[in-house]
Structures are given as C-alpha cells and as structure tokens.
C-alpha cells in the first residue's frame, strides 16, 4: 500500500509514484493537479484565492493565490525532473457555497479562483485534460500517480473519477 501525500488548505506538495496525493475542504477552493504523464511525478496546489495582488500579509503563503502557487507548484515538478511538454492538468473544486442576493463580484470566489487557475494553466501551455468545478457542494480529491486518475468524492453526490 503506497502512502498518500496530504496537501492542506493554501498548501501544495509533490507526489512520485506509487503514492497518491490528496486534498479536502475544497470548497470555492479549487485543487490544481499537474502531472508528468509519462513519469506520474504530480504536484497539487489547494488554491484559495485568484490573486495574490488581494493580500495584504507581510509574509505572502505563495500557495493560496493561483498566480503564484501554480508557478511555484510548476518550479517544483521540473526540479523533479518533468518535461514540461509531457505536463497535464486536472482540477476540481470552485463552488459557489453561499448564495448572495448582492450581484457584488468579490464575493464569487469558487467561479474566479476557476477562472484564474484555467487562464494560468493556458498561459503556461499546460492542456487541462479534466475538470470536475461549479455547483453547490464541497469537495476531496486524491490523485494517483500509477493511473493518472483523479478520484472526486462530493458532498451528498457520492464519488466520480476523471
């Protein structure tokens, strides 16, 4: 039995095969797994928000902002050794868990973090393969490196793999 690597909530973590690696709470989170698809070393980053320009901290936890944990996410897999050509992505998470009679924008968190996490993801030229995003309900994911699939357990919706 191969060991699972835990990723936190704004944390990130690489993964080489047999083990799997995986995260939960995801709500308006969104969970980035990027993948060498022909050696299974795969990194996840739990991200929090879109954008670190939101921050006000001193000290800025790199991993809860999508413009900076995919990057960083990314620095790590190639010091592992990935081909950035043979990287994939998956992702899962970004729901809207409150509804808000306000139309404020701020306040659609699960929606932006998924839109930033895909503009990142293209602007590195990393294909998003899967996606499992949206709704009303919060999320963990596990990946496994030996198949390259991403198990989704949903709240109240049971279980999926993509």
Known sequence: MSDVIKVGMADLNVATPPHSIRTSG???CVGVIIYDDRTGISGMAHVMLPSSELSSQQ???IAKY???AIPDLLRRLESKGVQKYNLKAKIAGGAQMFSFSTG???MRIGP???EAVKTILNNLQIPILAEDVGGKSGRTIE?????KMLHIRTVNQGTKEI
């Open 26 to 28: 995801l709500g308006s």
């Open 104 to 106: 404020n924008d701020l």
């Open 143 to 147: 990946f496994s490196t030996l198949s």
């Open 112 to 114: 932006r973090n998924v």
């Open 66 to 68: 999508a413009d900076t």
């Open 59 to 61: 000290v800025l936890n």
